[in-house]
């Protein structure tokens, strides 16, 4: 049990070191990810319109 506390606490240490670069990570993405549709909405591109243009290119 001795063990398994240990290893639980290592865990939790790392966990603990790393979740900053994770939360730094996951911003950018959210802010890469609202850029990208606020390029969408200026385009005038909408999901339905890149759907149906794949469909086309498909065929």
Do not use: F
């Not at 939790?12 to 996951?26: D, I, L």
């Amino acid at each position: 049990m001795q063990s398994l506390k240990q290893e639980y606490a290592t865990l939790k240490a790392e966990n603990k070191k790393r979740y900053p670069e994770y939360k730094q990570a996951r911003e950018k993405m959210v802010e890469l990810l609202t850029a990208k549709n606020n390029v969408g909405r200026i385009l005038g591109v909408t999901e339905k319109e890149k759907n149906r243009d794949r469909q086309q290119e498909a065929r």
